[in-house]
């Protein structure tokens, strides 16, 4: 019996830890810049500079994200995947002041800052970091624990540290039946 009732707590906690993800993920949608249709986030298990970051139709950011620009923005296309504890950061600091901690640094170099922009059609893998000035191409692929520091072209599967290409998505052939038939569903 006490194993019954154990079990019946726990499938009500997770059940109503669910509801309340989807009830702060309506609530947050707003504090975006912009937030397409169809958006899944985890509010309670990520982190987000809501205020600068931009996002398409039809995206999933898997639990544990920190996606983060206080000077800059970070533009997501449509129909984007991301696994869990994906890291995305538009900043970095000011090193260059001699004669100063890092620390209390507050002015900013205008290349300290700068968007971060992921195409449509991408799945960055569990684990990736994506770093300032990065432009993800349009049906690319970020492996698992990929460090990107470098923009990537469309079709391209990445990976490493930092991330190399590591091959194209399709042959020349097939990616442009892909495109044609992408082209085809768009316009239906």
């Known amino acids: 019996m006490i194993h019954v ?26 504090q975006f810049a912009s937030c397409g249709k169809r958006v899944v986030f985890f509010p ?34 449509n129909k ?8 995305i950061m538009g900043g970095d600091h000011n090193t ?6 890092m620390y209390d640094v507050n002015e900013k170099l205008p290349e300290n800052d700068l968007p971060i922009i992921i195409n449509d059609d991408v799945w960055v893998g569990t684990g990736a970091i994506i770093l300032k000035g990065v432009t993800i ?17 469309p079709y391209t599967v990445v990976g490493g540290i930092p991330a190399i290409i590591l091959r194209n998505r399709f042959s020349e052939e097939k990616l442009g039946e892909h495109i044609l038939k992408i082209n085809k569903n768009i316009l239906l």
Not at 7 to 19: D, E, G, N, P, R
Not at 53 to 68: K, Q, Y
Not at 96 to 101: E, P
């Open 44 to 77: 309670t298990k990520s982190s987000f500079f809501y205020k600068t970051i931009r996002i398409g139709d039809d995206v999933f950011i898997g639990p544990g994200a920190t996606f983060s620009a206080s000077e800059s923005f970070i533009q997501i296309g």
């Open 80 to 87: 984007v995947m991301f696994g869990p504890n994906v890291t």
């Open 5 to 30: 009732i154990s079990k019946f707590v726990s499938t009500a906690h997770i059940f109503l830890q669910k509801a309340w993800d989807r009830f702060l993920m309506f609530f947050y949608r707003a």
């Open 137 to 153: 191409g349009q049906g690319s692929i970020v492996a698992a624990g990929a460090l990107v520091n470098k923009s990537i072209p």
């Open 96 to 101: 260059s002041i001699v004669g100063a901690y």
